[in-house]
């Protein structure tokens, strides 16, 4: 049971490149969610998805796009980076909120 | 909207001492409480939740916490703490309804020897 799966798992962009994240679960869940992590930032969600099909902004959605067309992977996805969005980029599902969540392993971005 | 404080950033403790980390929600219903450990590297992971029942919950690796509405805390304690217990860690609460947790800024721990 790989539980979330989060891939790549470091990468290096230059600024205006663009690129996707891939997050996997195999636990059926149906609630998907992207967070970044800032040191003294906390986690701040990004985007999140309630569904198949379904996808909602966080409190800091600008200068990302998700998709959610398979109920087990949610993808987000950079246009155009910029070097503010170098971060750890944490991917959690669950099937119930009040479960808590399951976190992937992170994926460390770098915008030169 | 909800909201979760951690008022440490940082917190020493020596090896064997005892360990409080303390969390304040705001909001007026009855919230959902979470605890999670984040070590170098790694992804979150869940020591504990509160959702109803016993105001004192068991979690994992000896951690506890007590959730008190009166002062709106949910403060995680450790009686003896051990070097593998430093790490990052994050209150997190939502409320009924809601589809998303909301994290605090976290409290890093140190464990002294």
């Known amino acids: 049971n790989a539980g979330v799966t989060q891939t790549p798992k470091f990468r290096v962009l230059k600024t205006g490149q663009s690129m996707t994240l891939l997050c996997a679960q195999d636990m059926n869940h149906e609630y998907m969610y992207w967070y970044r992590q800032d040191p003294g930032m906390g986690l701040r969600l990004i985007h999140y998805s309630v569904g198949e099909g379904t996808t909602a902004k966080g409190e800091v959605p600008d200068g990302y796009n998700v998709s959610r067309l398979k109920k087990q992977n949610f993808l987000l996805g950079l246009e155009s980076a910029a070097p503010s969005q170098t971060s750890v980029y944490f991917c959690?599902?669950?099937?119930?909120?009040?479960?808590?969540?399951?976190f992937g392993s992170g994926t460390r971005l770098t915008v030169v | 909207a909800q909201s979760v404080t951690q008022p440490d950033i940082h917190i020493t403790v020596s090896e064997g001492a005892s360990l409080e980390l303390r969390c304040n929600y705001s909001?007026?219903?009855?919230?959902?409480l979470f605890w999670y450990v984040q070590s170098p590297g790694q992804g979150l992971q869940l020591l504990l939740k509160y959702f109803s029942g016993d105001t004192l919950v068991q979690g994992i690796k000896g951690f506890e916490a007590e959730f008190k509405r009166s002062q709106s805390s949910f403060n995680l304690r450790k009686p003896s703490v051990h070097w593998s217990d430093a790490a990052e860690y994050f209150c997190?609460?939502?409320?009924?309804?809601?589809?998303?947790?909301?994290f605090g800024k976290g409290t890093m721990l140190l464990v002294s020897p």
């Open positions: 997190a609460v939502t409320y009924s309804g809601y589809s998303t947790l909301t």
């Open positions: 959690a599902s669950t099937d119930r909120i009040v479960g808590g969540y399951t």
């Open positions: 909001y007026g219903a009855t919230p959902y």
